[in-house]
């Protein structure tokens, strides 16, 4: 049993309308780090509740380590950590209480462990209550009460939003350490490229309900590239949506920006010898970038 | 500019419905008056949290006049169900208290309204609860002083100057903007040279959980405590029960969510919800009732008897009233010997011929009639045979009127006092606990979620509170007509009739009264395992 | 070894890190024989996932420059790489034809032209710093 996570053509929705997702499939193997990519309201949040057994399918099927999380919540959750932004830890709560409490429901606790990370975040006063932190240190606690126990899944709801850059780099020390040495799991969502491409693994972006990414990072950058093709007349949008190999296009003012699956000069090539283009540009691009072409929204140019 | 702000507030329909709904209740129910204006004061409280928000003071508007318009709605809002009070009393409220009684009671509401708001006034965070307790009391103890000391018109004068000294206090002291204050126990980072390691907290159970019992009990757990012991007390905690109980779970509900996380069974977190909030709303109407009665609240025989006459033919004010728990329905039950009905008026006959017109109510067609009733002019022996037989039903043996009124004497404890009837009680306000709980836990099932939240909820509680609804709204139009309770003597009429139909047995009748708060309790912990992740509207993330 | 990675580059931080250790062992910075961190090591230092590292390293022993010995950890190769070196003149040539023209281009004669490569030789045997980019005086 490798799969650790798996969700079937799963439906979910909220208040009748349509659904936030709507036939999603995917699947997180040991050892495999999963980044969730996505507009806010995507379904992301919507997706980790799913894993964790906080909500219910409306339809498909959700299997975690093989199990329901809703007939099994108990087993699940024993074996998987969870640190959300939106988090709310009790405000009375004092830190070493919690780490108690969490010592008594995860029996594989691992008490050298807790030591070692409260000494690096620098929590020494275990007598603090939970309102008395600031916004990073109240994330490390988080942290702390979800990897302390060696989890095989980790799951990640925006784990750094709203912490400051130090705190964010702190934070996915933590996480890759943990996956050394323990071969856990991890899948997360946010919106930080940047820690997005530190942490590697599978790419995968949500959109419409629907998963429409699902690739290896390095992957993704190396065979997508986007084309900046300036506005002319005869040349619509539809066009360029409908070549081969192109993902998306988008007004970005005068220009289109159009994401195709394929090497630059290729897609050059193409773009000149189907539709007449010349001066198009073709690049490969960072994540983020890519982000933003596949997902943003359009931006006309007024008309002067 | 502060009449604009006041405009905006109270464009919430959340602030100003609770105001009218109070006001109503106090009109129909006046009976009720006290407990409404403390369950509006409670509820205020929550609908219209007291310091301006962050927003609020971003905006260039002066936080004197923020401040001056949240004070201001608050008294608007007091002042709806004021006026209602008034024309309550031209009704039925002046049998219970005079004019500037009333003007007193409101007054202290007010204050105890505008008192949050007088504290460090300029600060734009709340300061910590505690800092609340010693103005509160003192404004209790003061209030209790001039109640009980101050004849009623001056009492009103002072406290409604009392009012107005404190909005103009409260204005003229605010700075020119807020100021964000940090209290006490909120300090930031470790700009604290580190402190010596506090050792491994020990193994305790109670470390352990103490984060789980922090959560389940917020102050309304507390407040619901309360204010069910006093309803327990008075003897009228039917509305308590409801608007008490309903806004501790809600908070219970927000304060828990992050247990969702954690590898707890459905029946470790159903526990953790329940049980604080059945110990809170049963625990403290248990208290409240075995309080030693106060004067002028005694259980005795007359208490919640119907009272005010709206036909001017009844009399109602016999020295024999009982509550309705007594009285006969009509006409299907065999009448007791001696009555007999000449269309819709009974009569109750005496062994030797003398007779009464019974007093009559009818609730939802169903005619009840008093068989305990003397007339105006009836004879002093028929009043001293009627009352033998009314405190027969009441306290199980005849006692003479002049003993009744012998205070030195003690009276018998009532039969619905008794334990079994107790008992039964105890047990269908377990089970309406749950019941509550259930209703509250449907809207949470995956089934509900595909459905927009506030339909469903609303469809829901409708349909399951409809009973509530119904009894209610008979009730405050009854009460209205005649004063006195229905509800609860209904309910005890009912389990009277249960005991006498039971064996005397302890055992039977505690297994008995066990069955409805078991069977309720198997359907919560079935409905549990399907809900869900409690949220307000769906992730944003 | 000081590596240094950039999230938001052009460049897979695998292909950076590949960049940074061929020039360390072009510019003499590594040797012949020297050790390698682990991918744990270097994860850890860079704060990246060792999936990234591995990755890294095997494009960079499937080019021949560095060699894992099961059990000791991961070394430069003892001979590096010579084969296609035909292949390697022509694109340098290439590369350098296209560096004239567009220097030319942008008006720059013959002796800054040197001048530039000499200043690009000394920034690779001393190996990337933070301060990237030296201030180049136009003249």
């Known amino acids: ?304 | 500019m502060t009449l604009w702000l006041m405009g905006q507030y109270l464009r919430r329909p959340s602030v100003w419905s609770v105001s009218l709904v109070g006001a109503m209740l106090i009109v129909l129910w006046p009976i009720a008056a006290v407990s409404t204006a403390s369950a509006i004061v409670v509820i205020q409280l929550r609908f219209l949290p007291g310091r301006a928000s962050v927003f609020d003071a971003a905006l260039p508007i002066a936080a004197r006049d923020i401040v001056a318009a949240r004070l201001f709605t608050r008294l608007l809002l007091m002042a709806i169900p004021t006026i209602a009070c008034v024309f309550a009393w031209r009704g039925s409220l002046a049998a219970v208290w005079p004019l500037p009684r009333v003007l007193e009671i409101v007054s202290i509401f007010a204050l105890a309204l505008l008192l949050p708001f007088c504290v460090r006034p300029g600060a734009l965070n709340m300061p910590p609860h505690r800092t609340f307790v010693l103005p509160f009391v003192l404004l209790a103890a003061v209030s209790g002083l001039i109640l009980w000391l101050v004849p009623s018109v001056a009492g009103a004068v002072i406290l409604g100057t009392a009012v107005v000294a404190l909005v103009a206090f409260t204005v003229a002291s605010m700075p020119g903007s807020f100021e964000r204050v940090a209290y006490g126990d909120s300090v930031h980072g470790a700009s604290v040279a580190p402190a010596p390691r506090i050792g491994w907290l020990s193994d305790g159970a109670i470390s352990a959980w103490r984060p789980i019992l922090q959560s389940v009990t917020p102050w309304p757990v507390f407040l619901s405590f309360c204010f069910m012991v006093s309803g327990g007390w008075i003897g009228d905690w039917l509305l308590y029960l409801v608007i008490f109980s309903v806004n501790a779970h809600l908070m219970l509900r927000q304060r828990t969510a992050w247990l969702y996380a954690l590898p707890l069974s459905h029946r470790a977190r159903l526990l953790a919800l329940a049980i604080p909030f059945c110990l809170s709303s049963f625990g403290g109407l248990t208290i409240g009732r075995a309080l030693p009665s106060i004067g002028g609240l005694e259980r005795d025989m007359a208490a919640e008897a119907p009272r005010s006459p709206f036909e001017k033919d009844k009399y109602f004010s016999s020295p024999t009233r009982v509550p309705l728990t007594y009285w006969k329905r009509f006409p299907a039950r065999p009448l007791p010997p001696g009555a007999t009905h000449i269309g819709r008026q009974v009569e109750v006959m005496s062994p030797w011929g003398e007779s009464a017109v019974a007093d009559t109510f009818s609730i939802l067609g169903v005619m009840y009639f008093d068989p305990y009733t003397t007339g105006p002019h009836s004879s002093t022996r028929f009043v001293e045979w009627q009352f033998g037989n009314a405190t027969t039903a009441v306290y199980g043996r005849s006692i003479s009127r002049r003993d009744y009124e012998d205070e030195t004497i003690p009276r018998p404890p009532r039969l619905v006092d008794t334990w079994s009837v107790q008992l039964l009680g105890g047990g269908l306000t377990v089970a309406s606990l749950l019941y509550l709980l259930l209703v509250f836990e449907l809207p949470l099932s995956a089934r509900a979620s595909r459905f927009k939240p506030s339909r469903f909820t609303m469809v829901t509680l409708l349909l399951l509170f409809l009973p509530v609804y119904a009894i209610g709204g008979v009730c405050m139009y009854n009460g209205w007509r005649r004063g006195g309770s229905i509800a609860l003597p209904m309910i005890e009429r009912a389990l009277l009739a249960a005991t006498r139909a039971l064996p005397d047995n302890a055992l039977v009748i505690a297994v008995i009264a066990a069955i409805p708060p078991i069977i309720m309790y198997m359907l919560l912990d079935r409905q549990f395992t399907r809900s869900e992740f409690p949220r307000v509207s769906p992730p944003r993330g | 070894m000081q590596l240094f990675i950039r999230p938001g580059d052009d460049l897979p931080i695998y292909r950076q890190i590949m960049r940074q250790i061929m020039d360390a062992i072009a510019g003499g910075r590594l040797t012949a024989g020297d050790q390698l961190p682990s991918h744990r090591d270097l994860s850890e230092q860079l704060v990246i996932a060792p999936l990234t590292v591995k990755k890294a390293y095997d494009e960079l022993e499937a080019l021949g420059y560095i060699g894992t010995q099961r059990g000791r950890g991961t070394f430069v190769a003892a001979r590096l790489p010579r084969a296609a070196a035909a292949v390697q003149i022509a694109q340098i040539e290439e590369a350098a034809r296209a560096l004239v023209s567009q220097a030319y281009l942008a008006g720059m004669r013959l002796p800054k032209i040197v001048e530039l490569i000499k200043d690009a030789d000394r920034e690779i045997s001393a190996g990337p710093t933070l301060h990237h980019r030296k201030e180049r005086n136009h003249r």
């Open chain 1, 1 to 304: 049993m490798t799969e650790l996570l798996g969700l079937r053509d799963v439906v979910r929705g909220f208040g009748g309308g349509t659904p936030v997702l709507n036939g999603v499939t995917l699947s997180v193997q040991r050892e495999e780090i999963v980044g969730l990519l996505g507009r806010n309201g995507a379904g992301k949040t919507t997706l980790l509740h799913l894993a964790m057994g906080m909500l219910h399918p409306h339809a498909g099927s959700v299997r975690v380590f093989g199990l329901s999380p809703r007939e099994h919540p108990v087993a699940v959750k024993k074996r998987i950590g969870y640190v959300a932004e939106d988090q709310v830890l009790p405000p009375a709560a004092a830190i070493g209480d919690l780490f108690a409490l969490h010592r008594k429901l995860f029996p594989s606790w691992d008490a050298a462990l807790e030591r070692q990370l409260t000494d690096r975040f620098g929590l020494r006063d275990l007598r603090r209550t939970m309102r008395t932190l600031s916004k990073g240190e109240a994330r490390q606690v988080a942290l702390v009460c979800a990897v302390c126990h060696r989890p095989e899944l980790l799951i990640l709801d925006e784990p750094a939003g709203g912490l400051d850059p130090a705190a964010r780099r702190e934070f996915l020390e933590t996480s890759i350490q943990l996956l050394n040495r323990e071969g856990t799991s991890i899948i997360f969502s946010s919106h930080h490229m940047g820690d997005v491409e530190r942490l590697g693994g599978r790419v995968v972006l949500l959109d419409g309900g629907t998963i429409r990414l699902d690739a290896e990072l390095d992957a993704l950058r190396e065979q997508h590239c986007v084309a900046m093709i300036p506005r002319a007349p005869g040349l619509d949008q539809a066009a360029i949506a409908r070549l081969p190999q192109c993902l998306r296009v988008r007004t970005v003012g005068n220009a289109f920006h159009a994401v195709f699956h394929g090497q630059p000069e290729l897609v050059q090539w193409q773009l000149r010898d189907t539709l007449g283009v010349a001066d198009a540009r073709c690049e490969r691009v960072p994540l983020e970038e890519l982000f933003v072409e596949l997902v943003g929204g359009e931006r006309q140019e007024k008309a002067s």
